[in-house]
Each structure stands twice: as C-alpha cells, then as structure tokens.
C-alpha cells in the first residue's frame, strides 16, 4: 500500500509524459489530438483534466493508462517506459498499475456485481475464493453489500458506478483514471462519486486522474491541467478548501443512505 | 484460469440464444448430413459383405489358365497351365494359406434306388479340407477312401427315369441318408463299358457357406483313379493337369497382394476376394464422396458460425476494450472467443449425432418394413436387398459420432478463429471508444 499521499508537489512523481503527440487519420485527414504535451504527476496527486470536446483530454489519458499509444513521445509510468511494452506487457502494466473507471460504466451485463468486481482478478489468475472475498470486501466498503448478486441492469447509475469504482480498485492500482465518471450521473450522485476519488487520493494515497469537462469536478483537484487543441494552456495547482481535503472527508459507507438509489 | 474464461464464454453464449440455436442448427444440419451418408455407405458396405457370402470368400482366390490376349491384341504363347509345377510355384507366394487343387470327375451320374441326378463331383486332398471354407451340418468333415462329402442342394434335382410323361419332375433326394452310387462309362471300346462305384456319405456340408451347394467332394486320389479308368490312361506326373486350383490367403487385407502375385506368374486369378476388395476400394471412394456432399452442409454451417462470431464481436467492441482495459491480454480475448465458437459447433454436433440416432432408427424401421418387392425397385440402384439386411441400411460406428463430434468443433473454432483474432487485436481504445 501507498503511503497516504500529500498534494504539496514534493511526492516523487508516478507519471511523466513527455513532448506527446498523437496524430489520427480520418480519411485523408489527418488530426493532431495531441500537439506535445509535456506532463508530470507526483505520486498521490488528484489531477483533472479539463477542455473542451476535442482537446485531447481523454486522448491524453488514454496515452498515459497504456490504452494507446502516442505517435511521439515518451511516457514512463510507475516505474515503467510504455513505449517499449507489447501489448503482453501493456496488458500486464494496465493489470497492475491502473484503474480505469468511464462514463458509461462499462459493466459486463451478463455478470453479477460481485463478478464485475472480481473480473480483474480473473485476468489476472487470482484464485476463486480470494477473487469473491476481495470484490465483497470492496462492495461492502462502497455500500453495495446487499447488492452482489444483482446484474448492472438491476442498479441505479450510481450503484453501477461504485460497482465500476470497485472493479478499478480491485488489483490496488497505484493509479486511477477516470473519464468523465460523473458525465451519467446526476449532480448529487456525481458528488457523491468525487468524494470518493477524493477519499482514495487522501486517504489510500492514490493518484487519480480525472478528465472532465464540469468545473463542480475540477474542484475536487489538487491541480487542474486545461487543454486545448492538443496542447496544454493552463496547469493550476490549487490549495483545496477545508473539509474537502481535510479529515472531514468520511469513508463512503458512512454515506450510503445519503446516496440516491434512482 | 481456462475455467474462468470458459465460464465467461458460456455466459455470453447465453445472450443471444436464438441466434445460437440457429448457428447451432446450420452446424447440426451439416453434422447430420455428414453422419447419415457415411453411415449410409457403411451399412451398404455391410450388406453388401453379407450378402455375398461368408468371410472365408474374402481370402479365396480362383486361379485359372490365362488366355486373355496380351493388350497389344496378340495372344499368349506357352500359357502356363494348372499343372504340378503350378501347384508347387503357388505354395511359394507370400501370404498364401493353402494351395488346394482340384479335379473333376469325368462324369456325374448318379443313382440313389429308382431315381437319377447329375453333380459336379471334385477331387480334393482330404489334408487341405480346413482351408476349403466349408462346414458340415451332419457327419464330419474327413474324407476318407470312397467317402464323399456331399453338397447341401446336391440332392436337389433328381428325377425318375423311367417315369412317364413330358414333364420333367424333380425329386429331392436325401443323399446323406439314401445309398446311392456313382454311375460311370468307359468308351474306349465300341460298346462302352459300365461301372457302378459306391459311395459312402461322410458329412453334408453346411449350405451357402461355400460354391459347393450343388457338387460333391472326394478325395483326389479316387477320382484320379476312376478318371483314369473312364479314360483308359494312366495319368502320368509330367502331363497331368488339375481342373481348378483355390488359393486361400492368410488373411484378407493381403488377398489382393497374393492375387497380383499369382497374376505375375502368368495365371488368372478371380473370386469373391479379390471382388470384395475391389467393392471395399469403390465403397471407401464413396463414402469419401458422401461424406463431402455432408462436408459442404458443414463448410455452409461455419460461414454461419463465422458470421455470428462477427456479429457477437461487433455487439460487444466494447466489452473487449472494457476487458483490455482492466488487464486482459489478447490471448484472454482470444480464448473466451475461442471457446464460444468452439461451443457452438460442438453444441450443433451434439445435437447432430443425436438426430442422426433418430433418424438412423427411423430409416432402418422403414426399410425393415419396406415389402421386399418395392424394396427391389425403390433401391434398385444398390447391390443389395435392404429389407434383407439384419445390420441395417444406416449402421454409426461409435468412432463416427466422435469423429463428427470432432469435426463440428473443429469447424466452430475454424470459422471463429478469424473474427476472434481481430477481436484479440483490437486495440482497447478503438473497442472503448466504439458506439
């Protein structure tokens, strides 16, 4: 486990990315998502990631979780130089080091929550028991106790979204990223949702990076990163309100009941 | 970890279960297809080895003076001939049981009390009667001195002589259990000489088990020596020829080497072995033909496998970007694709030896009922009577079942392995991003 994070920028950092491009061809088109983007994240940092549709944000994510890769540039994450990964290896390297959690929750729909949770750990050749035991302790810890057996379609945005929280803790990740979690939820779910990231980042020392387009999100950042066709414009860090770094933040069970269940 | 992935791919089977029972079912189509006609020409083989006779035709071989014409239209010189010489250089072919030559007696005639019949009477060296291929129903099967051993229907067709009338009235005569003799006439004198011989039954042979229904067996040395008296001539070793010579091989895959073998030496060489093999060869190639009508049914089946696998990987893009996303490799993609296509031709197959069970018990039942007439003209293309057939017309050797369940597999994972590998290699963002 990561010690407990600080946000004061001395942490080593987890993430460096450095002169990014990334260049799609859209026919005989050719669009330059990313345009150089030098970026590093100290270990234990909540960064957001905003701009507006086609900035590259997302893009830029996706680079640094290992789900593509850049057309230029290096990019070294926990200790590892993607660039020279196979897909084997950015298969292991996503396996161990990120959680990824998306807007649309992704769930597998044929399988119950417990089982969504403890899919990494199929891929990741954990044994069964261990599997199931670790997805309930998540759940329970997100409030979901009561609802392992239920199928994604049987849970609320919010319900299916811890269960997607869940499954992206599941292998202690060091990393999360986070593509517009709160874009299908409503606002009070959606704060509900940050206070958690917030919570890991705190209080389990997580990196998490959130890519967002509402500034109700970016509030709960420790540095806002600002894109804009392709490059970076703006790199704030910002010094958090009381109470929402602070040890006011409480464990998400506490909150259950305060969760809307539509 | 198999466990798992196979787990996950028998979820996703359950997703779209009409599209599966209909891919399932092109599967069982062609699986079914494949099964019934190799079935098919196995029970016709079956039948056809029935119908003609026991297994000890298999290793039998007729040999004779060869005085076809050479293929470029000229005739053969110094045709050898079934002689002593014959007899010794066939015993030295590799794979031949027993060399059995034969003589005819030179006349047939006989009498049992009031009534006349006519057989083919052979002599036979009694040593070699266990490599004949006959049984006896009653006696035994010696030959000893002026003993015959006498063909089922030998008694079949006498008749009284002295009775009046046009029309010829065969009688059954019971030759194992009448006395009777042998009626012979020497011509070499202007007034031929006649001469009674009696004969003494030692066994009747067992029916259809042999070509000897309608002869009689004696040993060689007698009918040598009633040849020589009917003729006046003493036979003499250099000159003498036998009337037929029967090759037993040891077994019958070599039946056709050892006929080849006796056609090098210059002889003719026929039978029901060398018949049955060439049937084999003709049934093989046709089973192969029938089985590739089948195999088309099933080459139809897999573009349906190939195409829902396509669907399926279409419908779930981002599933797979999902699973890659939370650290599954291409190989995981891979094999629970994999598994999923394998289940649906093995699921089809299942179902396809099932139905052909059914429909294999079916056929049979008809054709078991089937009035032996409309069987003749409704399968007059076959060798056989099927209404005849004990086997039946359909026989599924348990190596058939698993060989088509094999197949069905094979074709499912075949035709899912393109769409699984480009399921495998999507990249995950592409997967994630697709709506």
């Known amino acids: 486990m990561i010690e407990p994070g600080s946000s004061n920028g001395s942490a080593p950092p987890i993430i460096i990315g450095r002169d990014l491009h990334k260049i799609f061809t859209l026919g005989d088109q050719q669009v330059h998502a990313l345009n150089g983007v030098d970026i590093t994240v100290p270990q234990g940092q909540f960064i957001a990631i905003m701009g507006p549709s086609g900035s590259g944000k997302s893009t830029l994510l996706y680079l640094l979780g290992g789900l593509d890769r850049p057309t230029l540039g290096d990019i070294l994450v926990a200790g590892r130089y993607l660039n020279t990964l196979g897909s084997e290896g950015l298969a292991d390297f996503r396996r161990a080091t990120v959680g990824f959690i998306f807007q649309a929750f992704h769930l597998v729909p044929t399988l119950t929550a417990l089982e969504n949770v403890a899919l990494p750990g199929v891929f990741a050749g954990m044994a069964r028991d261990l599997r199931e035991e670790r997805a309930i302790r998540l759940l329970a810890a997100l409030g979901m106790a009561d609802r392992l057996d239920h199928r994604p379609w049987q849970l609320s945005g919010g319900q299916q979204q811890r269960v997607a929280i869940a499954r992206a803790l599941f292998n202690d990740p060091p990393v999360i990223m986070a593509d517009e979690p709160t874009g299908a939820l409503d606002s009070k779910t959606g704060q509900t949702v940050m206070k958690l990231l917030r919570w890991l980042c705190t209080r389990q020392g997580k990196t998490v990076l959130v890519v967002t387009h509402d500034s109700n999100v970016a509030g709960y950042a420790d540095r806002v990163v600002k894109l804009m066709d392709g490059v970076i414009t703006q790199d704030h860090r910002r010094r958090l309100k009381r109470g929402r770094s602070g040890n006011g933040i409480h464990l998400p069970p506490a909150e259950k009941e305060v969760m809307p269940d539509a | ?435």
């Not at chain 2, 009235?169 to 030759?175: A, E, G, R």
């Not at chain 2, 007698?222 to 036998?242: C, H, M, S």
């Not at chain 2, 779930?316 to 649906?344: H, N, Q, W, Y």
């Open chain 2, 1 to 435: 970890m198999f466990y798992e992935l196979a787990m996950l791919a028998i979820n996703n089977l359950g997703r779209a279960r009409a599209r599966l029972l209909m891919t399932s079912g092109g599967v069982l189509v062609g699986t079914t297809a494949v099964i019934i006609l190799i079935a098919l020409t196995i029970g016709l083989q079956q039948s056809a080895e029935a119908g003609i006779g026991s297994s000890a035709a298999l290793t039998e071989i007729q040999v004779y003076p060869n005085f076809a014409p050479n293929p470029d239209g000229t005739f053969p010189e110094n045709v050898p001939e079934l002689d002593v010489e014959a007899v010794r250089l066939l015993w030295q072919i590799p794979g031949v049981a027993a060399v059995i030559p034969m003589v005819n007696l030179q006349g047939g005639e006989l009498v049992a009390g009031d009534y006349t019949g006519y057989t083919q009477i052979l002599g036979i060296d009694p040593t070699l009667l266990p490599y004949l291929g006959v049984q006896v129903t009653q006696g035994q099967l010696t030959l000893e001195r002026g003993q015959a051993l006498i063909g089922a229907h030998a008694g079949d067709y006498f008749n009284d002589p002295e009775s009046s009338g046009d029309t010829y009235q065969p009688v059954q005569v019971d030759l194992f259990n009448t006395p009777f003799e042998v009626k012979l006439y020497q011509y070499t004198s202007a007034t031929p000489t006649e001469r009674r011989v009696d004969i003494i039954p030692a066994g009747l042979l067992q029916e259809g088990t042999s070509s000897y229904d309608y002869a009689m067996l004696m040993p060689l040395e007698d009918v040598i020596r009633l040849n020589e008296w009917i003729t006046g001539q003493p036979v003499d070793a250099k000159n003498f020829r036998y009337d037929q010579i029967l090759v037993r091989a040891t077994d019958r895959e070599v039946t056709l080497d050892v006929s080849a073998a006796i056609r090098d030496l210059g002889f003719g060489a026929g039978g029901m072995g060398d018949f049955l093999n060439q049937l084999n060869s003709f049934f093989g190639t046709m089973r192969l033909m029938l089985g590739g009508v089948g195999g088309v049914a099933l080459l139809v089946a897999a573009f349906g496998v190939a195409n829902t696998m396509t669907m399926a990987i279409l419908e779930r893009t981002r599933e797979i970007g999902l699973m890659k996303a939370i650290g599954a490799s291409d190989r995981d993609i891979l094999t629970v694709f994999l598994i999923e296509a394998g289940l649906v031709g093995l699921a089809g197959g299942l179902a396809g030896v099932g139905l052909s069970m059914l429909l294999r018990d079916a056929i049979n039942q008809a054709v078991m009922n089937m009035p032996a007439e409309s069987a003749a003209s409704g399968f007059l293309f076959l060798p056989i009577a099927p209404g005849q057939v004990s086997g039946g017309l359909i026989i599924i050797p348990p190596e058939l079942s698993v060989f088509a369940l094999v197949l069905a597999t094979v074709v499912g994972l075949g035709a899912g392995l393109y769409p699984s590998l480009r399921a495998a290699r999507l990249p995950p963002v592409v997967a994630l991003k697709m709506e």
